[in-house]
C-alpha cells in the first residue's frame, strides 16, 4: 500500500494566509514592544526623550525658596550615659544566648561578671528628602482616547504640578505629560491587528506530535490524531495562521504619548565618631541612641559648637556632599540632621577561669560577642 506523503495534505490542512505566512520580523511577537525612535514626534523640552526611560533625571529649575539664615547650634550639655546595671546586663546576655541554636548558656549561669565600662559614641546623621523626574514615550493601545499633540505647546517636565507626599516619605507618580498625545500604526504588527503564529510559524498547523508528521502509526496503520495528513491543526491561532497582537491588542493603532516619572526618595548618611569600645562601628547601625539634637529645614546648615569636634567636620562634609551630588539631578525639598549619644558597656566576666567578655550596647541593649566560650558543633549537611 502506497503511503501518503506529508506534501499531498499539508496544503488543505489549516487556514493558510498569504500575508501571515511570511516570515516573521525580527521584532518579538509577544508582549509590548519598545517603540521605533521613527515614531517619536518631535516636542519641545523633552528632546531628549526615548522609550523605555533610561534618559536620565532632568535637571530642576533653581530654587525659589530663600536660603535660610544659619545659626549657632546651642552647646548640648555634656551627656554621660552611666553603664547598665549588672542585671540588666546579665539578663541582655541570656536573651542574646537564647536566640542561638548552639550556644550553651553555661556561661551566662556560671559566668562571674568582673567589671563593666562605658564607652559612649556620637552618631551623626545626615538625610535628604528630594524629588527626581525623568520623562519616556509610552503607548497604549488606541480606543479612542483623546489625541492633544500639537494643540498647544507641551508644559515643561518641571512646570507639571505633582501631588507631594509628607516629608521623608518614599513615593512613585507616573504623569501623562499633556499635548504629547498621538496615534501611530502598531509597530509590531504594521497596523493590521495580527502577528503570524509562533506556535505554527503562521501556517495554521503543524506537524502531528503523534506520528511525527509520518502520517502512520505502528507500522502500516494510519495516524487517527490526524487522520494520516501527517499534521494537525494548530490550537494556538484556532487555525489561523496568526494572533491578536499584544502590542495594540487587536487594534491596530497605538496611542504614543510622554510619560512624566516623578520619585521622591531619601538619601541618608551616617558619621560615628571613634571611641575606644573595640565595638565594630557597623554593629551601631543596628540601635538607636539618646537623641541630643536635631534640626529640619529646606537646607540644614553645618552643625557649630558641638564639643566633637569629628562631629562638626563631618557634618559640613556631609552637607556638603549632598548639596554637590543631588542638587544637579533632584530637587532638594528638606533636610534633616540629628545627633544622637549611643550608650556602650564592655562586660568583661570569667568563666572556667579563662576571662571573656561582651557588649551591651543602644537603648535595646543589643549585644555582641565575637568568641562566644560555648558552643556545641551543630552544622547543616
Not at 555634656?78 to 548558656?105: G, L, M, Q
Not at 558619621?271 to 543596628?286: H, P, T, Y
Not at 540632621?337 to 535595646?364: A, C, D, M, S
Request: aromatic fraction near 10%; proline fraction near 8%; include cysteine.
Amino acid at each position: 500500500m502506497e503511503r501518503m506523503t506529508t506534501s499531498d495534505h499539508g496544503a488543505n490542512h489549516g487556514i493558510v494566509n498569504p500575508v501571515y505566512g511570511l516570515p516573521a520580523a525580527a521584532t518579538s511577537m509577544h508582549g509590548p514592544a519598545a517603540l521605533p525612535a521613527n515614531m517619536f514626534d518631535t516636542v519641545p523640552g523633552y528632546e531628549g526623550t526615548v522609550a523605555g526611560g533610561g534618559g536620565g533625571y532632568l535637571q530642576p529649575p533653581m530654587p525659589s525658596v530663600p536660603m535660610p539664615v544659619p545659626a549657632q547650634t546651642p552647646s548640648p550639655p555634656v551627656w554621660h550615659i552611666p553603664s547598665i546595671s549588672e542585671d540588666r546586663a546579665r539578663a541582655a546576655f541570656a536573651t542574646y544566648v537564647s536566640s542561638k541554636c548552639c550556644y550553651s548558656s553555661a556561661p551566662v549561669r556560671e559566668g562571674v561578671i568582673t567589671n563593666m565600662e562605658s564607652f559612649n559614641t556620637y552618631r551623626y546623621r545626615l538625610e535628604t528628602f528630594m524629588e527626581s523626574r525623568s520623562t519616556e514615550w509610552s503607548q497604549e493601545p488606541y480606543t479612542g482616547q483623546p489625541v492633544d499633540a500639537g494643540v498647544q505647546p507641551a508644559p515643561g517636565p518641571w512646570q507639571i504640578t505633582a501631588q507631594s507626599p509628607a516629608f521623608f516619605q518614599e513615593h512613585k507618580q507616573t504623569i501623562k505629560v499633556p499635548y504629547t498625545s498621538s496615534v501611530k500604526n502598531c509597530h509590531l504588527c504594521l497596523g493590521m491587528g495580527r502577528n503570524p503564529c509562533t506556535t505554527c510559524a503562521g501556517a495554521g498547523n503543524k506537524v502531528c506530535r503523534l506520528c511525527n508528521g509520518s502520517g502512520y502509526r505502528n507500522s502500516n496503520d494510519s495516524c487517527t490524531h490526524c487522520n494520516g495528513r501527517g499534521r494537525e491543526n494548530c490550537t494556538s491561532c484556532s487555525s489561523r495562521g496568526s494572533c491578536q497582537c499584544d502590542t495594540c491588542r487587536g487594534k491596530g493603532k497605538l496611542l504614543v504619548f510622554i510619560n512624566l516619572n516623578v520619585k521622591w526618595s531619601i538619601e541618608k548618611d551616617d558619621f560615628v565618631a571613634q571611641d575606644s569600645s573595640g565595638l565594630k562601628v557597623d554593629k551601631l547601625e543596628e540601635v538607636s541612641g539618646k537623641e541630643l539634637f536635631k534640626d529640619a529645614q529646606y537646607m540644614v546648615y553645618p552643625v557649630r559648637g558641638f564639643p566633637d569636634v569629628s562631629v562638626a567636620q563631618a557634618s559640613e562634609r556631609l552637607i556638603r556632599e549632598h548639596q554637590g551630588k543631588y542638587a544637579q539631578t533632584s530637587r532638594i525639598l528638606q533636610q534633616r540632621q540629628t545627633i544622637e549619644l549611643i550608650p556602650i558597656t564592655k562586660v568583661n566576666y570569667r568563666w572556667k577561669g579563662k576571662p571573656n567578655f561582651y557588649y551591651v550596647f543602644g537603648n535595646e541593649f543589643k549585644v555582641n560577642v565575637d568568641d562566644y566560650p560555648a558552643t556545641c558543633c551543630c552544622s547543616v549537611m
